[in-house]
């Protein structure tokens, strides 16, 4: 029988620049996912890049629409670029990306489902690793004023995850799936307090606004590992200054740090105090962001978070019933 149910329209947008191979790798993965049930749209907002990005993108993907910058969007007003563009053809959902991004075939379709599952729901999905493809990065992190801020994992596995989607205080922007009704509601990132940490307080500001956020285990994206950022001990003083106090930026932003926890937090006050850990355990060398953090033991987020898994949900077409969970290599 011909499913007659008119199709969802999702817009994918991503910022880049001057990543032109790992851009074309990401178009590539987009072009192989299960578009079932889905119209997909997709926008990339080159900032500037001089690698020749955009006439790779014309020559390999001619119906992806390309948005130029003058190279100072970075991530948060690329990614607002993109949505604007992105809202004037009336999607029901954004998906935004980072352009690092390898999707498991089936991702895109389990993020929708799980939204249309759950109203007003922000949907993200288990972000593992190109050279581990069973490690969580930066998944489901969870706010403590005792740990400084967002504690993000650093030993958590496919395996250690609830079954079902569950709740959680921040979506981290590596792929999110937005419904246009929150953006609408919500406004955009902003960008003139988070020029390159937009998504720090983007999904929890929905949050606060009463839109769940959740994690859809059965959906899979792979991506790059960080890069570690310089260490502050082996910069020179006037470097290490502009580290700390000048570039909004830069990772070592003091400034940055604060107004994240600020915006980012469930409150000002509860960020306030979030801030002043971050800065004692920082002077203290038990900061929950570096190398210290790896002999620390956590619970596996299964136990951590069982109290905020979502049950009872109907699908139309629940698909978790009949495709594997393995987790599957990134392909290029």
């Not at 889905?38 to 900032?47: A, H, K, P, R």
């Not at 935004?96 to 489902?113: A, K, M, T, W």
């Not at 910069?235 to 915006?263: T, W």
Request: hydrophobic fraction near 35%; proline fraction near 8%.
């Amino acid at each position: 029988m011909t499913d007659t149910r008119p199709l969802k329209k999702v817009a994918v947008v991503t910022p880049v620049h001057n990543r032109r191979d790992i851009t074309l790798q990401c178009l590539r993965s987009l072009s192989r996912i299960d578009r079932e049930g889905l119209q997909l749209s997709v926008y990339v907002v080159d900032d500037g890049s001089t690698d020749g990005t955009s006439e790779a993108i014309a020559s390999q993907f001619p119906d992806v629409k390309v948005i130029r910058g003058d190279g100072n969007l970075w991530f948060t007003g690329g990614m607002n670029r993109g949505i604007e563009a992105a809202l004037e053809e009336d999607p029901e959902y954004i998906l935004s990306i980072n352009d690092d991004s390898i999707f498991q075939p089936d991702c895109l379709v389990r993020l929708v489902e799980c939204a249309e599952s759950n109203p007003r729901s922000v949907v993200g999905p288990l972000l593992l690793l190109w050279n581990e493809p069973h490690r969580l990065f930066q998944v489901s992190p969870e706010w403590s004023v005792l740990a400084g801020g967002f504690r993000h994992w650093r030993h958590q596995t496919v395996w250690s995850v609830p079954e079902q989607p569950w709740e959680t205080d921040i979506i981290v922007g590596n792929c999110v799936l937005l419904p246009s009704d929150a953006i609408r509601e919500c406004g955009l990132m902003n960008e003139k307090r988070h020029p390159h940490w937009g998504d720090a307080e983007y999904t929890p500001r929905m949050k606060r606004m009463g839109w769940k956020l959740l994690v859809e285990p059965k959906a899979r994206v792979f991506c790059q590992p960080n890069d570690p950022p310089p260490r502050l001990r082996e910069m020179p003083p006037r470097k290490l200054l502009n580290a700390l106090f000048g570039d909004l930026k830069g990772p070592h932003s003091l400034r940055r740090r604060l107004l994240c926890s600020l915006d980012g937090g469930p409150s000002k006050i509860s960020g306030l105090a979030a801030f002043a850990v971050f800065l004692a355990r920082t002077l203290l060398g038990n900061n929950p962001e570096t190398s210290w953090a790896e002999g620390v033991e956590e619970l596996p987020l299964k136990e951590r978070f069982k109290d905020r898994v979502i049950t009872g949900r109907i699908r139309s077409n629940d698909r978790a019933s009949v495709r594997s969970s393995r987790p599957a290599s990134p392909q290029t």
